[in-house]
């Protein structure tokens, strides 16, 4: 506060003496600063000697006012001080200022140290009330509250895009202060602030300039703008935006009431330009049709012949209550109100200024703009708005109302004819950009094939010497959206690499991080690195990193045959054929209805002799019977014809006849040997058509000598080097990958200056290229000898390059949303397509690789093949029920248990003594001439090896 304390003690004031104004009836001192700028200060000259003069034929107390009216130069401080201490000299009780919070600010700081008190008509800062400012009291309602006006009104209106143009001032600051505060309080990311500016709100408003202010606004895209300053500003700020296009249909400007509550000052000598017209405005409310203020209206004008209705501007009327206010004040004080003469620079203060201000902030006063009451704080407490919007000729007409405790009331609904926005039109607009009218564009791009290129002989960087992807998509752009641009080449003809030791981008996107550029059009990869310092429109294309190699056909493969499978998956079929073999061997001997089992069964159980001695002979002799399928009995009925054993020998020729599509003689005959062959029957079906397509496709692709399958594969091999381009967005992104073998294979990779330089290694051969699909592509158009391999590793977009918060991103993703699903970008690609013209139709290159296959990739042919064993096996289990139930019983085996125990101990002893005997030396035959009698219960006789014949 030095300055301030400066300009006091250069200010001649006068010495203090005591004065009692309370027993002499002497009129209360009523000071008024107004400012030679003011556009209502010829009408408050009128209306405060009335309004003094209304309180005091009025007053029946005995208390009288005395207006003290000093002008001042409100650009210049020292005029201010010196007007606001004449006032404290001359013993004002109260000061009225109908001013704005810029200069109140100033006022308070020199009557707050004295207890004077301080009525603004006009401030709205709620933060220019501090502890040195105690005395000051705000008539007009507080800056959020037209925030929140504001606010509503964009929401009944859907304008949910917006850029904000205040003054630096206090008015101005707090208005965007406190409507961005409701944004983040209110609405959360459903509002989106295109831009804010201040224009510096120093010297005469007819000397200063807004353009480069407003080309700010213009080039955010905005329009819906809120205008937010100083009645005195508003005539030439949209007389600059009318200039440059802002004013035009389809614009929406909304003006506060620093703007609204003077329309005077938006005038020329009495004329309104036409493009005014459709300005929605935020009017501080007075209700007009209350019964004071029309008494205050007819009575005024009856008198004062030089007002009219639209110079009772609200800060005029403001004005006139605030006198009633102080008025009544020292009413409720008797009068006895004594004070000092003081000096702006004296330590002393008014000691009955704090009792007074009391008085003051608890009368509830109806006034002429309504019922009026204060806060403790000074601030007014409700507040109320009129909606208004501009017509011919210069008026602000009444289109709806807010108030702090019911919101916002709109009179006719969203399109109702009733208002006008700029431009004629009475459909409200979107509140949105459709096009880029007047907006010419720099466009980052260099030369990449076949995304963007010069023509040959062009050495300009005219639009028209552009060829490629990226320049028609451009074109395609300027056509939809209107609007003119330039291509702009960096001089290192990079995209963007950010050098870790500066910390700074080169190329295209260093170009538009320094303003150089407005957009990228160009195959810019996205990547996480990148877009933290930029942002990027939707992807117009897919991409992802390949590998290609050339062939080397010219090397043959012998057994090229085997090169469908892996050899695991050979072992596997291999070990799967001999374990189905055994399995159906075993099925047909442990099984009641395979031939063998079900023959020995008879055996073990057949009661006639000669069955009864083949059987002990076997057993006791532990030998082979060679003819074991000629007996008698029970045997014979086992089986109408004789039929070869399902062996495992011809088990084996069984299910490898089914590799070939043919059986063989011996067919298994239990449904548990049957299903176990259907299920190896459809395996082998399965693994013939995988083999099949896959030796289809190695014989299609002259892949033969290319002994790598995958990028991993090239860490543990020597015949192949590998590379990429230096500092290229591949490089960076294999580098970042989770995966530690991506980094050494960049670690490994020989680092290639351009991609011609790339193709020629490649060309070479035993050479492997890493660079993104859609370039490859490209190269290789025509080449037949180069191969894809392992697929893409990663995948990514491309987009164009735009900087944060870019306000035309919005416009360029929706067109490209558009194009996309037009189709547009897959005939693009089609057009740069070198192949079917001038290269032929040779297109192995791009087809994807072939590679054998492996266990992992046929586990579940395999599966299969255990779920058809696990599945035969339960059949199995079943068919041993079954047939146990079917066995006649016997004195020892009557109940099912007894007889299935029967069969699981026979099949023991079958195993024991056929399947596991030692070498035999001889072979035995029963003689079927010798006579074998039994005895009446049928029972052999004793063993006799006489009765045997030696083979």
């Known amino acids: 506060m030095l300055w301030l304390l400066v300009l006091l003690r250069s200010t001649t004031l006068i010495s203090t003496q005591f004065t009692t104004l309370s027993q002499d009836h002497q009129p209360f001192p009523v000071g008024f600063l107004i400012g030679n700028r003011n556009t209502h200060k010829q009408t408050l000259d009128r209306v405060i000697p009335y309004a003094v003069e209304a309180f005091n034929n009025k007053s029946s107390d005995g208390v009288k006012l005395k207006a003290v009216v000093r002008h001042y130069d409100e650009f210049s401080l020292h005029s201010l001080v010196e007007a606001s201490c004449s006032l404290?000299?001359?013993?004002?009780?109260?000061?009225?200022?109908?001013?704005?919070?810029?200069?109140?600010?100033?006022?308070?700081?020199?009557?707050?140290?004295?207890?004077?008190?301080?009525?603004?008509?006009?401030?709205?800062?709620?933060?220019?009330?501090r502890a040195s400012r105690q005395s000051l009291m705000l008539m007009s309602p507080g800056d959020e509250y037209q925030s929140s006006a504001i606010l509503d009104l964009l929401n009944f209106y859907h304008w949910h895009e917006v850029s904000l143009v205040a003054s630096d001032t206090n008015y101005g600051i707090n208005g965007v202060n406190f409507f961005q505060q409701l944004l983040s309080l209110k609405s959360g990311a459903k509002f989106v602030i295109k831009s804010i500016t201040f224009f510096n709100a120093v010297g005469h408003p007819d000397t200063m300039g807004f353009k480069n202010t407003l080309k700010n606004v213009k080039r955010s895209l905005s329009r819906v703008i809120i205008l937010n300053c100083e009645g005195r500003y508003g005539r030439q700020v949209l007389e600059q935006a009318n200039e440059i296009g802002l004013l035009d249909e389809g614009h929406v400007w909304i003006v506060t009431d620093g703007i609204t509550s003077s329309p005077q000052s938006l005038s020329y000598d009495g004329y309104f330009p036409s493009y005014y017209e459709g300005l929605i405005?935020?009017?501080?409310?007075?209700?007009?049709?209350?019964?004071?203020?029309k008494l205050f209206k007819d009575k005024i004008l009856s008198e004062e012949r030089n007002l009219t209705a639209v110079s009772l501007a609200p800060h005029v009327v403001l004005t006139y209550d605030a006198v009633q206010i102080v008025g009544a004040g020292l009413e409720i004080s008797g009068g006895n109100v004594t004070r000092q003469d003081l000096e702006c620079s004296s330590t002393a203060k008014w000691n009955s200024g704090e009792e007074f201000l009391l008085s003051l902030l608890e009368r509830n006063y109806e006034g002429v703009t309504?019922?009026?009451?204060?806060?403790?704080?000074?601030?007014?407490?409700?507040?109320?708005?009129?909606?208004?919007?501009?017509?011919?000729?210069?008026?602000?007409?009444?289109?709806?109302?807010?108030?702090?405790?019911?919101?916002?009331?709109?009179?006719?609904?969203?399109?109702?004819?009733?208002?006008?926005?700029?431009?004629?039109?009475?459909?409200?607009?979107?509140g949105v950009a459709t096009e880029l009218q007047g907006i010419h564009l720099k466009l980052g791009a260099t030369e990449n094939r076949p995304f963007a290129y010069k023509a040959e002989n062009c050495t300009s960087n005219d639009i028209s010497c552009w060829r490629g992807i990226t320049p028609d998509i451009v074109a395609e752009f300027s056509r939809e959206m209107n609007f003119t641009y330039e291509f702009v080449e960096p001089s290192d003809r990079e995209y963007g690499y950010l050098n870790p030791e500066t910390n700074k981008w080169n190329g295209m996107i260093g170009d538009m991080l320094q303003g150089k550029t407005d957009m990228i059009a160009m195959d810019l990869s996205v990547s996480f690195e990148r877009k933290t310092h930029i942002d990027f429109s939707v992807a117009f294309m897919d991409s992802g990193i390949s590998l290609v190699i050339k062939g080397e056909s010219s090397k043959s493969n012998s057994f090229f045959f085997l090169s469908p499978f892996?050899?695991?998956?050979?072992?596997?079929?291999?070990?799967?054929?001999?374990?189905?073999?055994?399995?159906?061997?075993?099925?047909?001997?442990?099984?009641?209805?395979?031939?063998?089992?079900?023959r020995v069964h008879a055996m073990q159980t057949c009661k006639c002799c000669r069955c009864a001695m083949r059987r002990r002979v076997k057993v006791e002799q532990n030998i082979k019977l060679r003819d074991h399928r000629n007996v008698e009995c029970m045997i014979e009925l086992a089986a109408d014809e004789r039929r070869d054993e399902m062996s495992f020998y011809n088990a084996l020729f069984l299910n490898a006849a089914g590799f070939v599509g043919h059986g063989a003689e011996s067919m298994p005959k239990s449904p548990?040997?049957?299903?176990?062959?259907?299920?190896?029957?459809?395996?082998?079906?399965?693994?013939?058509?995988?083999?099949?397509?896959?030796?289809?496709?190695?014989?299609?692709?002259?892949?033969?000598g290319i002994t790598i399958d995958n990028a991993k594969q090239l860490l543990q091999q020597q015949k192949y080097s590998w590379g990429m381009l230096n500092h290229s967005f591949v490089e960076a992104l294999l580098r970042n990958n989770i995966d530690p073998d991506y980094k050494k294979i960049v670690d490994g990779a020989v680092k290639l200056a351009n991609m011609s330089e790339s193709i020629d290694r490649v060309k070479q051969g035993s050479f492997v290229l890493f660079d993104e699909t859609p370039l490859i592509s490209y190269e290789l158009m025509g080449e037949c000898d180069m191969f894809y391999i392992g697929g893409e590793i990663q995948t990514f977009d491309y987009a164009f390059g735009l900087p944060k918060s870019s306000p035309f991103i919005a416009l360029f993703n929706t067109q490209i949303i558009k194009l996309r699903e037009q189709g547009y970008f897959d005939e693009l690609w089609k057009k740069y397509d070198r192949t079917p013209d001038d290269l032929g139709d040779c297109d192995n290159h791009t087809t994807g690789s072939s590679t054998a296959l492996n266990l992992l990739t046929l586990k579940g042919l395999f599966y299969f093949l255990c779920f058809g064993i696990v599945s035969s096996m339960i059949v199995f289990f079943f068919e041993l029920i079954y047939a146990t139930s079917k066995d006649p019983p016997d004195e020892k085996h009557r109940t099912f248990w007894a007889k299935f125990g029967r069969r699981v101990k026979l099949k023991i002893e079958d195993v024991r003594t056929e399947w596991f005997s030692q070498p035999y030396t001889q072979l035995f035959s029963v003689d079927g001439e010798v006579e074998v009698k039994c005895d009446e219960n049928g029972t052999p006789p004793a063993y006799n090896p006489g009765n045997l014949t030696v083979l």
């Open 88 to 129: 404290v000299t001359n013993g004002a009780v109260a000061v009225i200022s109908p001013d704005g919070s810029y200069n109140i600010g100033t006022q308070a700081d020199i009557l707050g140290e004295l207890k004077i008190p301080l009525i603004s008509a006009v401030a709205t800062d709620p933060h220019i009330r």
């Open 281 to 293: 405005g935020i009017y501080p409310h007075i209700e007009t049709k209350a019964h004071h203020y």
């Open 370 to 430: 309504g019922n009026v009451t204060f806060r403790p704080d000074g601030l007014r407490k409700k507040a109320a708005y009129k909606i208004v919007n501009f017509v011919n000729p210069g008026l602000f007409v009444d289109v709806g109302q807010w108030n702090s405790e019911k919101g916002l009331d709109m009179y006719n609904d969203v399109d109702s004819s009733s208002v006008q926005f700029l431009g004629g039109v009475t459909q409200h607009p979107v």
């Open 566 to 598: 892996e050899v695991m998956v050979w072992l596997m079929i291999l070990a799967g054929f001999m374990a189905m073999s055994l399995i159906q061997n075993l099925f047909n001997k442990l099984s009641p209805y395979g031939e063998y089992g079900q």
């Open 672 to 704: 548990s040997g049957r299903l176990i062959l259907l299920t190896w029957w459809f395996f082998v079906l399965l693994i013939i058509c995988m083999y099949t397509a896959t030796l289809t496709a190695f014989i299609t692709l002259d892949r033969i």
